[in-house]
């Protein structure tokens, strides 16, 4: 078989800009599926829940691709899940209740070949690791970046790296949505490895 499509199920530009650092073709398309947790549901499985959904959702429109889903969740110490905040005030709770702490990103990620049916899916876990922020600096940060379409509130690629006093994990990309290393593992084993592909 040759090498199917890639089709990117996210309208996320964050994710976008991720895969095309892979240099392999790709389309995007939105899936519509309900993102709430289920009751009981832990964090990373509610990761991989969303991801494999999200990759299912687009298969019946999209036969012959190789669909990629992907959902992130960040989780407090206590288990209280943060999500994006969509406002100035929600984000200011968010990091202030981040500060000091370790948060854990967990990234599901599915692989669908609607092809062979064949799906593959993973949980990788990034822990950030907070400095004791003043409500001053996170203020200042929420002006200057307005990070409200991102999980924990803010932008890892960005300034957000100054609210960290160390990060631990194999690939920071999972703070961003989308882990590179296991997505390369994955397509390599589904006969789509980046490095053997034609260039376009």
């Known amino acids: 078989m040759t090498s199917p499509g890639l089709l990117l199920a996210s309208s996320s530009p964050y994710r976008k800009r991720l895969l095309d650092q892979l240099g392999l073709p790709f389309e995007t398309a939105s899936p519509n ?11 990373d499985a509610l990761a991989v829940r969303l991801a494999t959904q999200k990759a299912q959702a687009l298969a019946p429109e999209h036969p012959g691709k190789l669909i990629i889903g992907s959902d992130q969740v960040a989780a407090l110490p206590d288990g209280t899940l943060l999500s994006k905040p969509g406002s100035h005030e929600r984000a200011l709770e968010q990091l202030s209740r981040s500060s000091g702490k370790s948060v854990h990103f967990l990234t599901g990620l599915a692989v669908l070949d609607t092809r062979t049916g064949v799906l593959e899916h993973c949980c990788e876990t990034f822990i950030a690791h907070f400095r004791d922020l003043t409500r001053e ?19 890892m690629e960005g300034l957000g790296i ?19 290393i296991a997505l390369n593992e994955i397509l390599i084993r589904l006969g789509n490895n980046p490095l053997l592909h034609p260039e376009p």
């Open 33 to 43: 599926i309900d993102e709430s947790p289920l009751q009981g549901e832990l964090p």
């Open 137 to 155: 600096e996170i203020s200042n940060y929420l002006h200057r970046e307005q990070p409200y379409d991102c999980a924990g509130s803010f932008k």
């Open 162 to 180: 100054t609210l960290f006093k160390g990060l631990e994990g194999r690939d920071p990309n999972n703070l961003i949505g989308l882990p590179l």
